[in-house]
């Protein structure tokens, strides 16, 4: 394996956790609901999944539990501002706060331990190809599913019926309600789906990328999701672009250092949240025409009778 | 966080007047981590040393403990435990030096204790353990143990500590090989596992092949694990995490030194003052030397006492900076304390400039 091969493999691990996090915020937010708790949702899904996956010493049920809390996380956040239209902005910030505290709780026996690392794809003949075998096709299957979830998120969102109607109720739940579409059921799934995904990207920290679990081990990464998605514009097309812009300049700047380019460290370091805004900033002027946040993001929803 | 909410909730009990009766008797001890008790590293380490004040003086004592502190913010914290009626505060991270001062000068009747500080006043000591010796010691393991003639280093911020730090573990290294080279990639955290990880997979894919870390999660040793490469635990024995690459580890015991600084308050014979145990002390301790032949293992036992006795001195002058002028000597035949305390330069040899 070269060196260049070795960069692009890092890339690729330092970027889904993001890209699968944004994604499920991308499709909340598209609902009309602003979802601060995806870092508190990533910390219960990387501490339960680990969890499950040491007691059970099984990584597909530490995956299948991790999903689940992160799902559950969200489930609580839906009742809150769904069921009692509570307010957004707080709720989600409790919620991180919360499932910090509450993962540093589940995971405290398991500090410590810790997990045989996941062999990633092996396809004889293709993974072993010069160049691109590994990066292509010899990746761990979250990579992949990260990237199939990119495109499954798009042609909903911009091909189906469904993605048509979440849209519209996140763009004036009003007139989504008077139109008849269930403004609140929508979002409740939109809700759920966003916290699977932030589960099992904090899943993907613990299991996959450091194989043990501490906590705040999701060390912001959840705050990130969320720019990305503000930045991206609120498109998966650009949230992928701009997860793997992120993870690339991240690595990079490692690179650089270790590289003794001669850069301050505190440049480079800089450097990713530089880039990503910058990029993604510069995609959507280009566009020609501004692309807001739906309308509806953030406000309650209180159905009258 | 839980504890945290506890130590509120326990505070708020106190101001409501309902606390113990005895709590005029029994002195109250305060810790602020900069990591998570659970980071296997640091923060770890210290909240070992408030376990063993509670296990020490048990019922003249109560603890508390307040993790995962951003510097930036640390003087709520602080404060928040000098106004609950804590006697004795340990702020254990260098960024909580400006808070914990001017914490201590609102609270005049309270002591502090700043870990790796540089700043005293009549009622905040300060108080570290000479790292750098245990990495003079790592430096030649890795001096002896590299093959590819490159070792590397995961550092957190270019702060003096860190920075004595890379320059003896580089020294060390080069007293046995002198030809040898040093990659150093700074993260910008004490604590982020996975970024941690990334810093190590950089230096492993530039040819480094012995990694050491001065930030606090094993992530980067347990890197070197996974590419069948070596490298060493840091603040706590991590052999757990890689028990084929931990050559040793350098191990902060601050047990000893906080019991004695709990005991002194109870006692009446605190005072201010800068307290800097090294392998000497027991305040530094190795782990156990392994996965590594006889004769490196020898030499790296040899190091360790001759360091302990006092016949070692891994900044003995001269010393020579990037540019090849001699540091001027301060000490007894070796640099000052306040010069390693102090120091911000690159030792000569190594190649890379230092972020200022």
């Known amino acids: 394996m070269t060196a260049f091969e070795a960069i692009l493999l890092t890339i690729v691990t330092a970027s889904t956790p993001l890209l699968i ?70 709720s989600g910030l409790a919620l991180t706060i919360f499932g910090l505290g509450l993962s540093g709780l589940i995971g405290a026996p398991f500090v410590g331990a810790r997990r045989d690392p996941v062999s990633p794809l092996a396809i004889p003949g293709l993974t072993d190809l010069p160049g691109v075998g590994r990066l292509m096709f010899g990746q761990d299957a979250f990579v992949y599913f990260s990237l199939a979830l990119t495109v499954a998120v798009a042609l909903f969102l911009g091909r189906s019926r469904s993605g048509l109607t979440l849209r519209a109720i996140g763009e004036n739940h009003a007139s989504a309600h008077a139109l008849g579409l269930p403004v609140l059921r929508t979002r409740l799934l939109a809700l759920l789906f966003g916290g699977a995904c932030a589960g099992l990207a904090g899943v993907y920290l613990s299991l996959i990328y450091t194989r043990f679990w501490s906590p705040g081990m999701t060390a912001g990464r959840g705050w990130i999701a969320l720019a990305l998605v503000v930045f991206a514009a609120w498109r998966p097309a650009y949230a992928l672009i701009g997860a793997y812009l992120f993870g690339t300049a991240t690595v990079l700047q490692l690179h650089a250092q270790a590289g003794q380019i001669g850069l301050p460290a505190q440049l480079l370091s800089a450097a990713p949240y530089v880039a990503t805004i910058l990029a993604l900033v510069l995609l959507s002027l280009g566009r020609g025409r501004a692309i807001g946040a739906p309308g509806s993001l953030g406000q309650p929803f209180v159905p009258e009778r | 966080m839980t504890h945290r909410l506890l130590g509120l909730a326990a505070a708020l009990a106190l101001a409501l007047g309902v606390g113990p009766a005895s709590a005029q008797q029994k002195l109250k001890v305060g810790f ?37 502190v951003p510097e930036a913010d640390s003087e709520r914290a602080i404060e928040g435990l000098a106004r609950t009626g804590h006697g004795l505060i340990f702020t254990t991270s260098f960024g909580f030096m400006e808070p914990t001062l001017r914490v201590a ?31 003079y010691i790592i430096g030649q393991i890795a001096g002896k143990m590299t093959k590819t003639g490159i070792i590397g280093y995961v550092g957190a911020f270019p702060i003096p500590e860190v920075v004595a730090g890379i320059n003896s573990y580089f020294l060390g290294a ?23 990880a990334d810093a190590a997979k950089a230096l492993l894919d530039q040819g480094v092949d012995v990694l050491a870390q001065h930030t606090d999660s094993p992530a980067p040793l347990q890197q070197a694990e996974a590419r069948g490469k070596l490298g060493f635990g840091q603040a706590s024995d991590m052999e757990r995490f890689a028990p084929k690459a931990q050559l040793t580890a350098i191990v902060d015991d601050w047990s000893g030194y906080y019991v004695q600084r709990a005991k002194a308050v109870l006692d009446g014979t605190w005072k201010s003052e800068d307290t800097w145990g090294g392998l000497a002390s027991g305040m530094v301790k190795m782990a156990p030397y392994k996965n590594m032949p006889d004769d490196v293992k020898k030499l790296a036992e040899e190091t360790e006492a001759a360091i302990k006795a006092g016949r070692l001195n891994p900044f003995k002058c001269p010393v020579f900076k990037q540019d090849g002028s001699e540091v001027e000597c301060k000490g007894n035949g070796a640099l000052s304390d306040e010069q390693v305390l102090g120091m911000n330069f690159y030792v000569k040899g190594i190649d890379d400039r230092l972020p200022q």
């Not at chain 1, 949702?41 to 499950?52: K, N, Q, T």
């Not at chain 1, 597909?60 to 489930?75: D, E, S, Y």
């Not at chain 2, 070992?48 to 995962?68: C, D, H, N, P, Y």
């Not at chain 2, 790796?116 to 009549?122: L, N, Q």
């Open chain 1, 21 to 90: 996090a944004a994604m499920g915020e991308l499709v909340a937010e598209r609902s009309g609901v602003l979802n601060l708790g995806v870092e508190g949702m990533m910390a219960m899904g990387a501490a339960c999944g680990f969890a499950a996956a040491v007691t059970f010493d099984s990584t597909i049920i530490g995956i299948a539990v991790g999903v689940l809390a992160g799902t559950a996380m969200a489930g609580l956040f839906a009742l809150a501002v769904l069921g009692l239209a509570a307010n957004q902005v707080g």
């Open chain 2, 32 to 68: 602020i981590y900069v990591g998570p008790v659970g980071d296997h590293g640091w923060s770890y380490q210290h909240d070992q040393g408030r376990k063993a004040i509670e296990r020490e003086l048990g019922a003249r004592v109560e603890t508390t403990f307040v993790e995962s």
């Open chain 2, 105 to 135: 000068r609102r609270y005049p009747n309270v002591k502090f204790e700043h870990a790796t500080g540089i700043k005293r006043a009549a009622n905040v000591a300060t108080y570290a353990a000479k790292f750098h010796e245990g990495r």
């Open chain 2, 174 to 196: 080069q007293s046995v090989n002198p030809n040898v080279k040093i990659k150093v990639v700074w993260v910008n955290s004490w604590y982020d596992p996975a970024k941690e």
